[in-house]
């Protein structure tokens, strides 16, 4: 019998151009075309906007139960830390939020100050050990790559890039895609260029030889669901953020 592979989609780019609601519409689409298979939605980024997209509430993220072990590391306790982190697996399994076929995990703020290099990389583990119990991984990783490859997991099967169409947001996302082909193992990448205020201009935009998943038209729908805290699933199917989301799923090859 054949060892299922886990598709796992990490969603990085430049701040302010609309990853995490991708992010989140990208779990929606899943989960609403695969009713029958395990979404894992992981918010990397330390704003964990995702939650608020997906209409989930965090009651625990990743960094606390890392804080929780140094913590009690720094009070001189080595027994109980050694313990604690043997239930770090338990804790993590606890901390995912369940609604229907999809999971969400939230990673929390970046690393306080002190080298816990080996309990970084034990919960990183824990994290591509709780994956491989998906069908579908997706990230919504901070701007750039390193945190992604550092906090969550080295490998990847496809890689989108988020950008708007300004030049220097189109140079951000060059950068994160070669900084990714030293730091993250990935199979498929691509861009997507959100909030375009011109779809004329699309065929004169520099990807520097990113395959072009979509070009997405500002959605007013989409504004007006941020300002009243909507989650994602309260789109209608129809808007153009939903509709150039599917494209460029379409596009990477995930069905």
Do not use: W
């Amino acid at each position: 019998m054949e060892d299922k592979k886990t598709t796992i989609i990490a969603l990085v780019g430049k701040g302010g151009v609309g990853k995490t609601s991708l992010s989140a519409i990208t779990v929606r689409l899943l989960a609403e075309a695969h009713p029958d298979k395990k979404i894992l939605a992981i918010d990397a980024d330390p704003a964990i906007g995702l939650a608020t997209a997906l209409g989930v509430d965090v009651a625990s993220t990743v960094d606390d139960i890392r804080k929780s072990f140094i913590n009690v590391v720094e009070g001189g306790n080595t027994n109980a830390a050694i313990e604690l982190l043997g239930e770090a697996k338990y804790q993590l399994f606890d901390a995912l939020i369940e609604i229907d076929n999809v999971s969400f995990l939230a990673i929390g703020r970046p690393e306080s100050a002190g080298c816990y290099c080996k309990v970084n990389a034990y919960l990183k583990e824990i994290i591509s050990m709780i994956a491989d119990n998906f069908d579908y991984v997706v990230i919504d990783g901070e701007a750039g790559i390193e945190q992604v490859n550092r906090r969550v997991m080295e490998k990847v099967t496809h890689l989108i890039l988020v950008s708007d169409a300004s030049r220097k947001g189109l140079k951000v996302v060059d950068t994160i895609h070669k900084v990714a082909k030293e730091l993250v193992m990935f199979d498929k990448a691509g861009l997507i260029i959100n909030r375009m205020p011109d779809m004329s201009l699309a065929d004169s935009l520099d990807t520097g030889g990113l395959k072009l998943l979509a070009c997405i038209p500002d959605d007013r729908e989409m504004a007006i669901n941020d300002i009243n805290g909507e989650s994602v699933f309260a789109l209608d199917m129809n808007s153009k953020i939903i509709q150039g989301a599917g494209k460029a799923l379409e596009e990477i090859g995930i069905k």
